[in-house]
């Protein structure tokens, strides 16, 4: 039997949310947790809203219906289609009614643990400096999460409101995902203590916090730099001139018209330097652009755990001095 689906048809599988999926066809599994918030019955920690889905405890989540059914009963993208039409066909979808105002999502923070010992720990091993682990803390920008002891990195709006809350594994699951609610907007930053006109770019917090401890070892004061993470690898337009420039970075910039010079400190794989000549392109304009990779490594916490395993900060100093500034 054929397994072709017409365009249409596809697209209406995929239409289907988890939410939608689980009133309609397991509606006793289904639990409100909160506002547009849910979770099930048998699995507290896989949690739906506003269209997605994360499953914290097995570290992945997506966008519908089609992604459970492939990742939970190992199918097949088309299988997981023809599995849902299957039911689609013996009972059609119970879609909630949608409001014609589009309201901001609020942001569900993870539970936090009494104490960050482990988030500090594997932070430490990772080459940061202990003296900005604690910092970080102190201010309320990374916590230790209470059921899986996941680093929180939290981000937050003018006014102070968190807005933001990206979680990372602290063992080898190497699980990330970004808290239900999270406004990539408002994505994990530090900010200098002083006006500056100069901003640096990463992809993730660890990078971010990699290169506040560079500023560290060589001498400089950290906490006057404005760095800002993308919370995630930036993907451009496949015509590099039509890209667009990553929201919180938009929105930074908008705020911050002292801005002038803009270091990009992105991965120096193929992803990271696609990304980063699409920037250059569509911000040098108005900007001063300096394309800044780790010269070792893929990321600027492999080039910290380079220089601290090979014990080279001294050259490097010399080397990088009036780089990392």
């Known amino acids: 039997m054929s397994k072709y689906v017409s365009p249409e048809v596809l697209k209406k599988v995929k239409e289907m949310d988890l939410i939608t999926y689980f009133k309609t066809y397991n ?42 059914i492939m990742k939970t009963e190992n199918l097949k993208f088309i299988d997981a289609i023809h599995f849902l039409l299957d039911k689609m066909q013996i009972k059609s979808p119970i879609y909630e ?5 589009i309201k901001e999502q609020k942001l569900i923070l993870p539970e936090k643990n009494d104490n960050n010992s482990k988030i500090i720990d594997y932070l430490k091993k990772r080459g940061i400096d202990e003296e900005i682990i604690e910092k970080c803390i102190e201010r309320n ?12 990195f939290v981000g937050y709006d003018e006014t102070v409101n968190a807005k933001y809350a990206g979680c990372r594994a602290t063992n080898v699951t190497k699980f990330k995902n970004d808290a239900t609610g999270s406004n990539k907007m408002y994505s994990f930053r ?92 569509i911000l040098s304009k108005k900007y001063e652009i300096i394309d800044r990779p780790p010269k070792k490594g893929k990321d600027y916490n492999d080039y910290l755990c380079h220089i601290l395993a090979t014990k080279s900060i001294e050259n490097s100093i010399k080397i990088d001095k009036k780089e990392i500034r």
Request: charged share 25%; hydrophobic share 35%.
């Open 27 to 68: 509606p006793n599994e289904l639990v409100k947790k909160s506002n547009n918030v849910y979770i099930t019955k048998t699995h507290d920690s896989l949690t739906m809203s506003n269209g997605l889905w994360n499953w914290f405890s097995r570290g992945y989540g997506g966008k519908n219906a089609v992604d459970y």
């Open 97 to 101: 009614e949608k409001s014609s105002k």
């Open 141 to 152: 920008l990374i916590y230790e999460e209470k059921n899986y002891h996941n680093v929180v």
């Open 190 to 281: 530090l900010e200098g203590n002083k006006k500056t006109d100069k901003i640096f770019i990463f992809e993730g917090a660890i990078d971010l916090l990699s290169y506040a401890t560079l500023f560290k070892l060589y001498g400089q004061n950290w906490e006057d730099k404005t760095m800002i993470s993308l919370a995630g690898v930036y993907q451009p337009a496949k015509v590099l001139e039509q890209s667009k420039v990553p929201i919180a970075i938009e929105n930074y910039l908008k705020l911050h018209s002292e801005i002038r010079r803009i270091y990009l400190c992105l991965d120096s794989d193929e992803t990271g330097k696609n990304a980063s000549k699409a920037l250059q392109i």
